[in-house]
C-alpha cells in the first residue's frame, strides 16, 4: 500500500501555519519585555540604577525605592530552599533510578507529579498552618511567619523539579558505563558514586537551576508565610521577597507614579534573573547530551 501524502500545497499551508505559531511565541515574549522595560525604566530619570539596587528604604510616601531588602530576601529564601530540596530530591531519584523496586517506582512517580500538579495557594495555606506554628513553636519566636518557613514550602514545591530531571538525567546514563565499572570488580555503591553520579551530573545540575527559577519566581505561597516586612532578610525573622512586593502593592500604585515604575524595575530584575537561569539551564543540559555523545 503506498503511503499517503499531503499534496504540496497543503504542505506549504501546514509549514507556513506551524512557523507562524513558533513565531508567535517569540514575539509574545519581546512585547512582555518591551512593556516591562517602557513602564520600569523612567525610574532611572530620577533614582540611578546603583542607588535603585543598592538601597535599603522602600517609602511609598517619600518616594524613596530600593530594592536590596527584597533582592536579599529572594536570594535567602532559594538558597534555603535549596539546602533542604537538592539532597533530599536528588537522593530521592538516585533511589528510583538505580534501587528501588517496580512496584515502587509505579506507586512513587504518581506521587510526585501530583505533588507538581498541586495549586501553589494550597501549599501556602498547609504552610500557614502547620510550618508556621512549627517554626513559633520550635524557635520560640513571637511569629512563625519567617523566610525560614517560606523556604521549607519552596522546598517541598520544588522537589518534583529535581526529582524528576534528576531521575531522568540518571536514567540516561550508558548502560555499557555501569557493566564496565561491574566488569572491574566495583559495588553498587562504587558505580553510584563513582560513575552514575558525575555522569549525570550536568543533567542533575540543569535541574537544579530550573527548580531555583521556580522558587525565585513563586508567589502565593511565599506571600502567605514569610510576614512580609520590608528588612534586610534573617532566617528566623520575617522578610520579603521580589514577588511579595510585586503582588502587594501593584494594586494601590497609580499607573505612571514613581511607584508604579518602581514596582516595574522589580519585574525586570526578576525576569533578568529567571532569564539567565533558563540559559545556564539549557547551556549545560545540551554539553551533557553532547558528552555522553
Known amino acids: 500500500m503506498e503511503k499517503f501524502t499531503f499534496p504540496s500545497n497543503i504542505e506549504d499551508i501546514v509549514r507556513a501555519v506551524l512557523f507562524i505559531f513558533a513565531l508567535s511565541a517569540g514575539f509574545i515574549l519581546f512585547l512582555i519585555v ?19 539596587v543598592t538601597g535599603t528604604e522602600w517609602n511609598t510616601i517619600d518616594d524613596v525605592y530600593g530594592a536590596l531588602p527584597f533582592i536579599a530576601g529572594t536570594i535567602l529564601i532559594t538558597i534555603g530552599a535549596l539546602i533542604i530540596a537538592v539532597p533530599l530530591g536528588v537522593s530521592c531519584a538516585l533511589f528510583l533510578a538505580e534501587i528501588a523496586p517496580g512496584w515502587a517506582k509505579k506507586i512513587t512517580r504518581p506521587a510526585i507529579e501530583l505533588l507538581a500538579g498541586i495549586p501553589s495557594v494550597v501549599y501556602g495555606l498547609f504552610a500557614l498552618v502547620v510550618i508556621v506554628n512549627f517554626i513559633q513553636i520550635t524557635f520560640d519566636k513571637p511569629t512563625g511567619e519567617t523566610i525560614l518557613s517560606g523556604s521549607i514550602i519552596l522546598a517541598i ?59 525565585i519566581g513563586e508567589t502565593m505561597a511565599v506571600v502567605l508565610v514569610i510576614g512580609n ?42 525576569f533578568i534573573i529567571v532569564f539567565i537561569l533558563s540559559i545556564l539551564s539549557n547551556y549545560i543540559l545540551s554539553r551533557s547530551k553532547i558528552q555522553i555523545r
Open 229 to 270: 516586612v520590608v528588612r534586610l532578610p534573617s532566617f528566623l525573622e520575617p522578610g520579603i521577597v521580589l514577588t511579595s512586593v510585586i503582588l502587594l502593592e501593584m494594586g494601590e500604585a497609580v499607573i505612571g507614579s514613581l511607584h508604579y515604575n518602581a514596582l516595574f524595575c522589580l519585574a525586570i530584575i526578576l
Open 34 to 52: 518591551v512593556f516591562m522595560f517602557k513602564e520600569g525604566l523612567p525610574l532611572f530619570s530620577r533614582i540611578g540604577i546603583i542607588e535603585f
Open 157 to 215: 514545591m520544588i522537589l518534583p523539579i529535581i526529582i524528576s530531571i534528576s531521575q531522568d538525567s540518571i536514567e540516561s546514563v550508558p548502560r555499557a558505563f555501569k557493566e564496565g565499572s561491574y566488569a572491574l570488580g566495583s559495588t553498587d555503591w562504587q558505580t553510584i558514586k563513582n560513575i552514575i553520579l558525575p555522569t549525570a551530573m550536568p543533567g542533575i545540575l540543569a535541574g537544579i537551576i530550573l527548580a531555583m527559577g521556580r522558587a
